[in-house]
């Protein structure tokens, strides 16, 4: 078992370990939360009351601010319920329901986007890369010149399914180039990953509060230009996914429209005033990095394989193959970890078997040492002797390289 529950000595940014013996998420949110995060949420808020408002306030103030300077042309509006429910009220709010978007997949989110599309009854063109191969910038060009209908294009930053790092500010060159709009998807990589309005242009962008920011969930946010937010109006197909209507009632009212998930506001608010301690958007994205190197390092030296090359390898999640021994089952895998303390995430590859390890989260580069050794352990435990992945994977992966 590893330490749980004693203070980890770290020299980079302290991180707050699960207490009581709580295992470790190693997943994509939700995930390990501090326990000052956790502790937010030991009172009770009256939604309509002022102390709520300003923390609403602050928060919204907060969020705005991590995008430095140019974030005055944004204003940044929070919906109630999971991720999804912002990328479909982000969907419906700023593409023009005669409008057409260009939806971006290489995995499970940028399908759901489609598949949100379909629901939303509005036109989209799916360019599906598969598994994990990445848009490109040249691609977007391409399929923007050929069909002028197409208004909006819908990219995916970290798609969290094979944890590639999508290359957004190509595709959005390409896209700004053509006269096209860009929406992101930033979800699990907001926080650790910049959107910069000065190196890349789009007019909204989602993410939500149990990735990066290291929040409990319960809500999500759309930060978009003003501008864009002013031209939404009466564009959604639905009440409470308006996102105009959100943001034009909480200018006016400092309130949400319907129940505000109040605690979990109150969560959110102390993870981003760790988030700011921890050295924002730089500091947070350092220590994930880290994290992703020192585990992948730790695995690859077991025998494991990546998915990805190193090009494309984001900080948030690693997918790594599973061994081809026929000892290895992953269940069983799963279950030997989850008793050492740490909860890993099974892979979504429709070709291979793979598994995934988060990077994200209240761990630092101990813990991820911890999990290594963990992995080693069971690997023993279960009788494989080489963790090397079958051939199959390996042509796989060299097509990313083709
Ligand atoms: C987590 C995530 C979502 C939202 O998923 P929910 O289960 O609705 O929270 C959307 N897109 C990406 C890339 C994500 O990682």
Not at 143 to 168: F, K, Q, R, Y
Not at 289 to 297: C, K
């Amino acid at each position: 078992m590893p330490p749980l529950g004693e203070p980890q000595m770290t020299q980079g940014p302290r991180i707050d370990p699960p207490r009581l013996n709580e295992p470790y998420l190693l997943t994509p949110g939700p995930l390990t939360t501090s326990y000052a995060t956790k502790e937010a949420m030991m009172r009770d808020w009256g939604s309509w009351d002022g102390d709520f408002r300003a923390m609403t306030a602050e928060m919204r103030k907060r969020l705005l601010a991590l995008l430095g300077p140019g974030s005055e042309a944004f204003d940044c509006v929070p919906i109630q319920g999971s991720g999804s429910y912002c990328v479909e009220a982000m969907l419906g709010s700023f593409v023009p329901r005669d409008g057409k978007v260009l939806v971006l997949a290489n995995g499970a989110y940028g399908l759901r986007a489609a598949k949100t599309m379909e629901y939303l009854g509005r036109d989209f063109h799916l360019l599906d890369k598969g598994d994990y191969l990445p848009p490109r910038g040249a691609e977007v060009s391409a399929i923007l010149e050929a069909d002028p209908a197409i208004t909006h294009v819908l990219a995916i930053h970290c798609e969290t399914s094979s944890g590639i790092l999508n290359p957004v500010e190509e595709i959005s060159a390409a896209t700004y180039a053509a006269g096209r709009e860009l929406l992101i998807d930033s979800m699990s990589a907001f926080g650790a990953l910049g959107l910069r309005p000065w190196e890349i242009r789009y007019e909204a962008m989602v993410s939500s509060a149990n990735k990066c920011i290291e929040g409990v969930p319960g809500f999500g946010f759309v930060i978009a230009r003003k501008e864009a937010l002013q031209r939404a109006a009466g564009n959604s197909h639905s009440l409470s996914l308006d996102v105009e209507a959100q943001w034009a009632h909480m200018e006016k009212t400092g309130q949400w429209r319907f129940t505000p998930p109040t605690h979990v506001v109150a969560a959110f608010l102390e993870a981003l005033r760790q988030h700011e301690a921890e050295g924002g958007v730089a500091g947070r994205g350092a220590r994930y990095a880290r994290n992703r190197d020192v585990m992948v390092e730790g695995m690859r030296e077991l025998g494991f394989e990546t998915l990805l090359a190193e090009r494309w390898l984001s900080p948030i999640i690693v997918t790594f193959f599973c061994p081809a021994d026929e000892k290895f089952v992953f269940d069983r895998f799963y279950e030997l970890m989850k008793a050492k303390g740490f909860i890993i995430y099974p892979g979504k590859l429709t070709v291979v078997e793979s598994f995934r390890i988060g990077c994200i989260g209240q761990m630092d580069e101990h813990v991820m040492r911890q999990v290594v050794r963990a992995a080693k352990e069971t690997l023993a435990e279960m009788g494989v002797a080489s963790a090397a992945p079958p051939a199959a994977a390996l042509e796989e992966r060299a097509k990313l390289a083709a």
